[in-house]
């Protein structure tokens, strides 16, 4: 349960954030502003799932932290950000039309993948590090996967 929830945390955190800068910004409320958040966990938490556990993976293959965490960012991050990048372009596509509810959605959904990517690639391996020693149990109990 704990690491499902550190796991969530950055897709919270990345909620939490568009919503501030929406109200911060006056951008309204509406239906296409409503989705992003559902899409934003659909997409986001996938990002997640795959560095925590890739980042699994290579706890088990070296006990130092800093090569794990170098070959986690160089396989899985990599591919995290390419398709950050990728869906981000898919939805700015939507920026050309000539609603604005749309217009809005296309680059604010743009916008937050690639916050989530980096969220995922950057605040995770910092949480994991530093609650090593709880997730160790975690881990070596779950040695199957």
């Known amino acids: 349960l704990k690491v499902g929830l550190i796991v969530l945390s950055p897709i919270v955190f990345v909620i939490l954030l568009n919503f501030?800068?929406?109200?911060?910004?006056?951008?309204p409320l509406d239906y296409a502003?409503?989705?992003?958040?559902?899409?934003?966990?659909?997409?986001?938490?996938?990002?997640?799932?795959?560095?925590s556990s890739r980042f699994k993976k290579e706890l088990?293959?070296?006990d130092n932290d800093f090569i794990n965490l170098k070959n986690t960012l160089t396989t899985t991050g990599v591919a995290i950000i390419i398709n950050a990048l990728m869906v981000a372009f898919g939805f700015?596509?939507?920026v050309a039309g000539k609603l604005t509810?749309?217009?809005r959605e296309g680059w604010m959904v743009a916008a937050l993948m690639i916050i989530s990517a980096f969220a995922a690639i950057i605040y995770l391996p910092s949480i994991f590090l530093l609650m090593k020693k709880k997730l160790n149990s975690f881990i070596k109990n779950n040695n199957k996967s």
């Not at 501030?20 to 951008?27: A, E, F, L, N, Q």
């Not at 559902?38 to 990002?47: E, Q, T």
């Open 20 to 27: 501030s800068i929406m109200g911060y910004t006056s951008i």
């Open 101 to 103: 509810i749309v217009k």
């Open 92 to 94: 700015l596509v939507l």
């Open 60 to 62: 088990h293959r070296s």
């Open 33 to 51: 502003t409503m989705l992003v958040g559902s899409i934003l966990i659909g997409v986001g938490i996938d990002y997640s799932i795959h560095f």
